[in-house]
């Protein structure tokens, strides 16, 4: 099983809403990472978590608050998110992260999140 | 300074012709890691190969092949014979020894025209 899953698909909330968005990966991977991007352009790297704690987290604003409650799952935690937030949300996990070094990563299918 | 640098935004090639997509980078580090992704519409990108810096020796798998040139901080990645199913966003990314960052080019969008 090489599957990287992410709920939901598609989001659409309000500047006001809370919501979660959920990764899950069943390959043993011990590294799990947030990425952000807009049309047209590359990933952003968000966080990244390693053996569950957070090993990076690349100047993200508050609004976004990333947990990792084991091994196998990761949410981003969604508070009064602006409407330039808009973006696909890609979940990726690699083996591990040894001295913030990255490893390939694979990656899942995103969740495409509109806020309103 | 960008630290991978994709300079063809667009390429479009009939099918069956060869493509080569190139990826030049930047860094101070000896010890660095380079990875091609490949993203279909679908959105979900997908790791191709990853080559450290110590190996330069070229690789290929099957239609795919990279020829990575350290003295030129190149990274180029030709498709051979190229399929519809090719179609896709291709990044170039770098690791560097030093840790940290994870550095994506800008993408080259590649279309392959039946």
């Known amino acids: 099983d090489t599957e990287v899953t992410q709920t939901p698909k598609h989001l659409v909330m309000g500047m006001t809403n809370k919501k979660s968005l959920k990764c899950e990966q069943h390959?043993?991977?011990?590294?799990m990472y947030w990425y952000k991007q807009k049309a047209k352009k590359p990933p952003e790297l968000m966080f990244v978590?390693?053996?569950?704690?957070?090993?990076i987290n690349e100047s993200v604003p508050s609004r976004f608050s990333p947990e990792c409650p084991n091994s196998s799952l990761l949410n981003l935690h969604l508070h009064a998110l602006q409407p330039e937030d808009s973006a696909l949300y890609l979940c990726?996990?690699?083996?591990?992260?040894?001295?913030?070094?990255?490893?390939?990563?694979?990656f899942g299918p995103g969740t495409r999140l509109t806020v309103l | 300074a960008q630290k991978v640098t994709q300079a063809q935004t667009e390429i479009s090639v009939v099918e069956k012709e060869d493509v080569t997509l190139d990826c030049v980078y930047e860094?101070?580090?000896?010890?660095?890691?380079l990875f091609w992704y490949k993203q279909p519409p679908s959105g979900e990108l997908v790791f191709l190969i990853r080559?450290?810096?110590?190996?330069?020796q070229n690789e290929i798998s099957g239609r795919y092949s990279w020829n990575f040139q350290k003295s030129t901080s190149s990274f180029n990645f030709t498709i051979t014979a190229s399929q519809v199913v090719d179609s896709a966003v291709y990044f170039c990314?770098?690791?560097?020894?030093?840790?940290?960052?994870?550095?994506f080019g800008t993408g080259t969008s590649l279309t392959v025209i039946p």
């Open positions: 978590y390693s053996y569950e704690k957070l090993s």
């Open positions: 990314a770098l690791s560097e020894g030093s840790g940290n960052q994870f550095y």
């Open positions: 080559r450290n810096s110590f190996d330069e």
């Open positions: 860094t101070r580090d000896t010890t660095y890691y």
């Open positions: 990726a996990s690699s083996q591990e992260l040894i001295r913030l070094v990255h490893n390939e990563q694979f």
């Open positions: 390959m043993g991977h011990r590294a």
